[in-house]
């Protein structure tokens, strides 16, 4: 497969890692945090761990957005089919995320809730086409790689004039996400650079990591998906460290330049506005963090059709998913991780994606552990 | 006034007819339909004898190995395939990694009502092709119809008995340290070619089901000489979980090496698309094959040599580890586990 | 973050949607957020949706410093 086969290509691994053995400072750590959660998945499936010195630690960030999904927004869209016999349209990552009552979307579907799984929000309008007398609800999550799609159909929608088609919006944004972990007084953390998130960059830019580099002198590379591109984003966070530079920069020029995709900017503001405030699970409540459907298309916002009041619920006690999504801690830090938590009975969120932290470790390293 | 004619019975409509609710209440439409559908294509001394079971002959030596496997896959029809033969190969297979001669099969559907005959009759003469080919008749059936919105469409259940000489031990329990891991072939074909087959899921894809009867070369391969521990067929969860069971089973551990697994192009595409895990997708016409270390070429040698093995290859080895995990040398130079699967595997937005 | 792959571009359609391939495998995808695609192109595919065109010349680029660490060398990772 072109631009993935060359990217993965485990000579040029050895050597890469090789030249990061020889670049790496002795007499110093290194913590670099990569906030997605496409990458915390490629450096778990890769075993890229194993590849780097033992003075560099790599730290997963809350870039997964089903693991900062709120337990009240998944108890949203659950009501939405058990009580209102809506067609509820989600992504398959979100079915298993353990919500109020013991319920998660896939347990909801069990007990005769109307859930579909899609592969793309252009399948939500269709299935409202083809059901002009059921109300289809699309649970739209993701950050700024999956919120264009939407806002598309959402547009797609209104020149439908389908009156039975809502999104129930989750859309988060990923600059306050990396401010609030700057941010935070979270003085265990000691980070000394980020792996930027690839996809998001894609349609953002690398421009608006630019005041973290200037405000917090934390070096930013902005890294692409494959393993090759995290490893060699490394390498950069590492010369950049030890040159006492902090700067964005940008391993994935492939696909990313400072601009973004100006196109699929315009749409979502077109599409949308910030809310004040949303909640995030494990970074608390954040600012203008997250988006919902401007007044001219309110039509379609599920939130005022079904009158859907939001109601925050904390985690379980013993989960420490906020710690570990702000990097405080690793799953096997958790009392509850591979215990009572586990893939097949999650309690906390970074256990239900394949994206998060803990289900990450779990299912392809926690031999490590031992 | 014509004359009635005696014993008149119209005969079913194939091309338009549908399954009804009489097909299934033992009367003389469901003798019909069995008579003019089933008996027709599957028809054997056995099912032409219309008793309530088949009398078959007792093994000389040898033990007796039984197997059974419902079969609710939807689609029906997928390419390279359809759940009447995958009803056949599926049990056969599950009697031969015994190390049994699969020699008799049953086969029980329950059919929806409202499913359209032709259908049906095309599921019925798939099936009494493949055992054909295996050699393996179907001796005998029943059938159910429930109302419409209860099933499927078409279920089946198949039991398949074998004999299995005396001396001849494969079991999971069986697998030692040292010992190499092969496969059969290409991973991930089936499950793949049911996902892209998935009409929601809008892919084009030239990637076709593996399925297929094993016994002719599992004999082969017992033939060989090779001291082969465990066989196995990967069928629901993939690769990953049948290691998994048989690693739980014999109490090892076990390393893959990424590198040597065989698999084609457009499944790895089909798999990146959607955000799958090849090693966790179901194959229904590829072996796993445990067997001793020396053995393993000679192994191979005869996988090879058959038409269902040309891509056989040997992927990893077993070594003890208490925490019997199965681990896999990365092609990009790391390590990982390979896990049980987790629930259903869910396509990945992200 | 967000699983994405870079396909190639084999067919335009109507209504800003394109056909991928990626090894045999066919998409339709929506063009909606992406302009001037041509046939033949990168793009990088995301639940249905072409996100951005894969520049070839940088990917070029990216590759071929990759392959210059293999000759700077460096000690072997111990």
Known sequence: ?370 | MPESRKNYLRPLDLKHGRVDMAHGAGGRAMAQLIDELFARHLGNEWLAQGDDGAVLPAPGAGRLVMATDSHVVSPLFFPGGDIGCLAVHGTINDVAVMGAQPLWLSAAFILEEGYPLADLARIVASMATAARQAGVPVVTGDTKVVERGKGDGVFITTTGVGVVPPGRELSGSRVQPGDAILVSGTLGDHGMAIMAGRESLGFESPIVSDTAALHGLIADLLASGADIHALRDPTRGGLATTLNEIARQSGVGMMLQEKALPISPPVAAACEFLGLDPLYVANEGKLVAICAQNDAEKLLTAMRSHPLGRRAAVIGSVHDDPQQFVQMATAFGGKRIVDWLTGDQLPRIC | MCLAIPAQVIELRDGDNAVVDLAGVRKEISLSLVDDVAVGDYVIVHVGYALNKLDPEEAAKTLALFAEIGQLGGEPTS
């Open chain 1, 1 to 370: 497969m072109k631009y993935i086969d060359e990217f993965r290509d485990g000579d040029v691994a050895r050597k890469l890692a090789a030249a990061i053995a020889s670049e790496v400072n002795p007499a110093r750590r290194y913590r670099f945090m990569e906030f997605c959660g496409g990458h915390t998945h490629a450096i778990s499936r890769y075993g890229i761990a194993d590849l780097l010195p033992d003075n560099v630690r790599m730290i997963h960030g809350p870039g997964c957005p089903v693991c900062v999904l709120p337990i009240g927004r998944v108890d949203q869209a659950i009501a939405l089919a058990l009580a209102h016999g809506v067609i509820v349209c989600a992504y398959g990552d979100c079915l298993r995320v353990p919500a109020s009552g013991g319920l998660s979307l896939l347990k909801a579907k069990a007990r005769g809730g109307d859930i579909r799984m899609i592969y793309s929000c252009a399948d939500a309008v269709a299935l409202a086409r083809q059901n002009p007398d059921k109300q289809v609800v699309f649970f739209a999550i993701g950050f700024e790689t999956t919120t264009p799609p939407t806002a598309v159909a959402i547009k797609q929608a209104a020149a439908l004039g389908l009156s039975n088609f809502s999104v129930l919006c989750c859309h988060v944004l990923t600059p306050p996400a990396i401010a609030s972990i700057m941010e935070g007084a979270d003085e265990q953390l000691q980070l000394d650079g980020f792996v930027g998130p690839a996809h998001v960059s894609t349609i953002i830019g690398s421009r608006p990591y630019e005041p973290f580099a200037t405000r917090y002198r934390k070096p930013v590379v902005i890294a692409g998906f494959e393993p090759l591109d995290v490893l060699q984003a490394i390498r950069m966070l590492i010369r950049q460290a030890n040159e006492g530079r902090a700067e964005v920069e940008n391993e994935f020029s492939r696909a990313v330049d400072r601009d973004g995709n100006r196109k699929a900017q315009a749409l979502m503001d077109e599409v949308f506005e910030l809310r004040e405030s949303f909640e995030w699970r494990g970074l608390g409540t954040l600012p203008y963090s997250a988006r919902r459907l401007r007044a001219e298309f309110a039509g379609f916002d599920a939130e005022h059709r079904f009158a859907l009041a939001y109601r925050p619920v904390a985690d379980h006690k013993g989960c420490d998913c906020g710690e570990i999504l702000r990097g405080i801690k690793r799953p096997q830090d958790c009392k509850l991780f591979g215990t009572v938590c586990t893939p097949e009975n999650p309690i906390g969120s970074c256990m239900v994606s394949s994206e998060g932290a803990c289900a990450a470790h779990y299912t392809y390293g926690r031999h490590k552990n031992a």
